[in-house]
């Protein structure tokens, strides 16, 4: 929990926002966070959704999807032996109503914050990680159950023990 809070938590209520552990464009935070839980003590392998305001995790399928991952990531198989993978999409229309075509651009860079964010979490909790951006993002779209149009699959990152 502390992971992923980390990663895209709630710090702060003001002004009718919440702000997170990450900054974001207008404070509109249009990414999302998908824990794909393969080994992680205490909860069931599946595809989860992460419910922020509420900070707690949502079912969405049961079951081992780490070969899916890893066969939708061309073949790299760190997304199957890792203890979790997140996912991270984009609802583009949180970002493109007020900035439009550039909205692209800040949401991205909200990607990059999760990254490292990432990084600096799992490296203070002693574990490994590492980052994807090489995926076919229908396979990603389809096996969390998205759109790929009002949401978009924009990033993976694989968490687990170093070995």
């Given amino acids: ?7 895209q938590g709630i ?3 003001a002004w009718g926002f919440d702000f997170r552990t990450i900054p974001s464009a207008g404070a509109l935070y249009p990414t999302e ?10 909860i069931s392998p599946g595809i989860y959704h992460y419910e922020i305001k509420k900070g ?4 969405i399928r049961e ?14 198989e760190m997304l199957e032996a890792a203890a979790c993978v997140f996912v991270w999409t984009a609802v583009v229309e949180r970002s493109k109503w007020k900035y439009r075509e ?20 799992a490296t203070g909790l002693g574990l490994g990680c590492c980052t994807v951006g090489a995926f076919f993002d229908e396979e990603v779209d389809q096996l969390i159950g998205i759109d790929g149009k009002s ?3 924009l990033y993976l990152g694989a968490v687990g023990q170093i070995r």
């Fill in 1 to 7: 929990s502390r992971l992923i809070w980390a990663i």
């Fill in 11 to 13: 710090t702060a209520r």
């Fill in 33 to 42: 966070t998908y824990p794909v839980v393969n080994n992680v003590d205490g």
């Fill in 56 to 59: 707690q995790l949502a079912l």
């Fill in 63 to 76: 079951g081992r999807f780490g070969h899916e991952l890893s066969r939708a990531a061309l073949g790299q």
């Fill in 102 to 121: 550039r909205a692209y651009r800040y949401i991205y860079m909200d990607a990059g914050h999760i990254g490292q964010n990432l990084y600096l979490a």
């Fill in 151 to 153: 949401e978009i699959s």
